[in-house]
């Protein structure tokens, strides 16, 4: 990757999923050592165990030494924060999830995706508070924070501003009915690849992989991809900017696949 563009991260979700094994995991590999596989073979990996409850900080730190050095996980926020009425009221549920030992993980941390319900409805001033609840910094490290949001009415100017006030970007989903948001905000891209189809062997057919690694390159490199949904018409500054890309939920068998064509189109 040329100095001039950001690094790009490309994986799936997880890796404990039985019908990977005999498709992207040997056969008669043991499960203690699929973690370390599939970081041989990703540069990242998104993980969703915590988003339904507390991880131990021996877990976090074990993960940690079972990849390779620049090998970055995402964490998914807990839903005790997010699948709340009151955003506001959240602080306690982000405090006791960074105390669980969410730093053992070094520096193979990056983004926590914080996910809300389809439910939920953009309402400014109470996502304004939850922004604000996001530590930035902890014990030294710098901390990234990406929402990722469900309902049509975040298609909204005031939403991206709102963001850009808070330097935290929204994931763009690829996915049959949640909103697409690509406007950019901050120093990182943040997508999730949600159409994939275990009928192809790849998970995405050629010309579309082409495409998403074309759209990764543009974003590493400070560009915005014209062929994707904006909510805003004001532009960021071009800055080169990390890029996060996780191919996942439809066509799961076949994700890991995907994962890996797109690692070689962008490497």
């Known amino acids: ?44 990996i998104e993980i969703n165990g915590t ?19 620049g090998f970055i996980f995402s964490l998914k926020g807990p839903r005790f924060a997010t699948n709340r009425r009151v955003l506001a009221e959240a602080g306690d549920s982000v405090q006791r999830f960074y105390d669980s030992g969410v730093l053992a993980l070094g520096d193979h941390l990056g983004p926590v995706l914080w ?6 409805a953009f309402d400014e001033c109470d996502f304004g508070k939850f922004l604000e609840i996001l530590p930035r910094k902890l014990e030294g490290h710098t901390l990234r924070h990406v929402v990722e949001v469900r309902h049509d009415s975040f298609r909204t100017p005031a939403f991206i501003s709102l963001l850009r006030q808070f330097q935290v970007p929204v994931v763009f989903a690829e996915h049959g009915k949640y909103p697409a948001i690509a406007d950019v905000v901050g120093d990182f891209v943040y997508a999730r690849l949600q159409r994939g189809s275990d009928e192809i062997r790849t998970c995405y057919p ?7 690694a074309k759209r990764f390159k543009s974003w590493a490199a400070g560009e915005e991809p014209d062929d994707l949904p904006r909510v805003d018409e004001a532009r960021p500054k071009k800055a080169p900017r990390d890029v996060f890309a996780y191919v996942i ?8 696949a995907g994962a890996m064509e797109l690692i070689a189109r962008v490497t």
């Open 1 to 44: 990757m040329a100095s001039k563009a950001g690094n790009i991260y490309i994986g799936i979700g997880g890796w404990t999923f039985a019908p990977w094994r005999g498709v992207f995991y040997p056969e008669k590999l043991a499960q203690a050592k699929e973690l370390a596989y599939a970081a041989s073979k990703l540069t990242s």
């Open 51 to 69: 988003y339904y409850g507390s991880q131990k900080p021996e877990s976090f730190r074990k993960w940690a030494l079972e990849v390779p050095d």
């Open 115 to 120: 996910q809300f319900a389809p439910t939920k």
């Open 206 to 212: 050629p010309e579309q992989l082409d495409a998403w």
């Open 249 to 256: 939920h439809e066509g799961k068998v076949r994700a890991p």
